[in-house]
């Protein structure tokens, strides 16, 4: 099934307001990050943003169209970005396992975020509980609940690091369609992975995330304050050695 | 009685700019926090943001007028905020206690609010004492004086949160009538509501508010700093432990 | 000698300039800080901010013209800042020991200039030592020196407190005409003043002293890190005990 | 080879707008940092920030050419920057080493940078390991690197200082033409060089080394952080002093 042209055109703007957005947010910064949406079902096309440019500046030729492989397929002589097998993988396999169907997929990369998934990556995960923000991620309806945010140790290999997500996923349980297991994943010193039924409920996801690392983050420098996971306990057991 | 149209939409403008104010400095991010105005005092009846909105983005549809127990009364069908019963309960309670009239209600989510909520729960309030900007809050006349701002433990049934906090509300004396004992509260891990007589006066105490949690936050994470309220020594007890 | 309402139209407008960029910057939340323009000497008069505004929408009215002992005298019925008396003291004192002209006096709440001054209120003062960005300070041309900010305990009653910074700053050196041993002062949990030869100069000063609030904060806050002033050694032992 | 009015007069625009940026970014607050282009190169010659200057406000005149030995040429008797001798060094010694072409420097004085460049001067640099974002940096491929950032002891005496600099680049092995050893350095307490083929690769890897700055700094203030360089172990050690 092919889409018409305005809807991609649609797409395109809106995808480089978010580029404008979230440079000014310190979200993508340098050539940092990039963002596709879903623009054909069956067979699966992304639209993604071409490697390394700037995002506050997207031109509307600074996207590609890309089949389920991550390969070009619009003619256009561009190149997608290195993480383009990740936004296809996500795309692909959540909907298959029962999670919501993904419209949007953004990655970026900031300062809280990097720092956690450093901080943690010897846990796997970094857990976020007990907040009400975390209402604001798809299917959650209260605050007495946590997110585990899996933390993927960083990698240049995409089939690697692709798979290695992948197995992560197949692993969990998906059984509550209202409530998947992910609703993001971190690459350790590097950001951030979010998706959404539209670029809207993608985005909201990233500022969720990205008010909850910060949350997470100060509250851990925070003396004497309380945390809810496991993590504090952790550091706190590094600290006294 | 009933208020004309065109408060109501003026009203409505005022709440919007908020909304894109409020986001812009981190305080509503996601489908956080919810604002309402009081736009009959007799009834009672509340204007007051619908459920689940990007606050950055509000419509002039994403308000809905209810009564004094928070039921819609505009027959637009459209769903209040969740917390719309604790803003009416705030409305109603605070100048009957001998409090100042409530004109506005701000409820917002903010990443200091968030993790100092979280940190004081246990001691049942965030005390705030010795800061010049003190006196931007309502009645308050010199820097030498504290605010003892409630944390009640976040819930999502509003019932049973609405009794916690009324019953907090009526043990307070309230006999100063400049001097009301509470300018707002926090619920844990979640955010602050406060109000004023009017919406710029609510304004203002969000604005005072949230400096003076930076301010208390920041204070505890700076060595050696010595803080004027017993929270930095129950936290330097657990530290040693 | 009498100004002519031009220039004090132009001062008005530079003034709520300052006032919306201050608000954004967050050094001028609530109604805190007050600013004031010298728009005569002999007599000395100064322009200043009406007493408790909205820094962010300051308008044409929002300010008074008061005389040396800070009594309005433009018949204007106006209020002017509660803490009018020391941009008064500022303005007179300051030439009168051998320091620059003053031509503006400017008064802001940073969070950072709130922690500090209550952390270092025991010392007296807070020194800002070995940074290149003290060159921004009038009359300082190099790294390798450090400016010695007094803090005063705050105190509400002006005439006291006024007292007090008269006496310090005529106990100092002031034999330097290039380099005046005072470029602003800090009142503990309050806030900064500072000052400059025209209103853009006390601008730059409060830039200047911001950055190295933060800086000198940050500093402290980052471990093993090695600050150049005593005010290190002195947290340094209070976190051991 | 001159270059005609055209290209400056485009490259004082582009320059005038990193002013306006950065000074809103926090990197070139009071009248800190300057900037350059190269707008000649045999003989070389620069387009430079004159001394001084507000960067919010740069005007087309705040500008000055200068020779190579950063003496002005040309003719407006424009007193450039303190630190122009820095410019020409870096335009002029790292091509000639093997590094990539220079076309413009810039220079910042952010707080992460000033207080990272004071914890660290003791070590003599400041390393930056294992962050994806190291790869905005020209010629770096992967995460799995690090950037050995020198950190020079700040003076006065640019002629002492420049001589310092070239030394160590000089013992520099620069023999990789894809990966210099140096992409900047830090003046302690002072602030970050940078440099790149054009403006816009300079502005990247401002953008680039402040996010990392900001990265390494936060991380080191995080309890339990794991990080990657040798500066951790030697901040733990001083900790444990």
Known sequence: ME?????????IDRLR???????????SLGTSSNYSVVVSRDPLELLITVSGKDK??????????????????????RKSSAETLLHCLIA????????????????????????LSAADLP???LRIAGYEMLKGLDGIGTHDTFEEVPIFANAQDMQELAARIRARFLAA?????????FHGFLLSRHGLYTWGRDLAEARR????????????????MLPGAVTAGPSRGQQQHQQQQ
């Open 205 to 220: 996801h990233i500022e969720i995330f990205e008010f909850l690392f910060e949350c997470v983050a100060r509250s851990r």
């Open 17 to 27: 307001a978010i580029g404008r957005e979230f440079h000014g947010r310190g979200w």
């Open 123 to 125: 846990r796997g995960s």
């Open 56 to 77: 506050s500046a997207l031109g509307r030729d600074d996207f590609v169209r890309v089949n389920a492989h991550g390969v070009p397929c619009d003619g256009s002589g």
């Open 3 to 11: 889409v018409t042209s305005p809807p991609s055109a649609d797409a």
């Open 92 to 115: 692909d396999l959540v909907p298959s396992l029962g999670g919501a169907p993904v419209g949007a997929v953004l990655h970026t990369h900031s300062v809280w975020g990097t720092i």
């Open 173 to 181: 349980d998906w059984s509550d369609p209202k409530r998947p297991p």
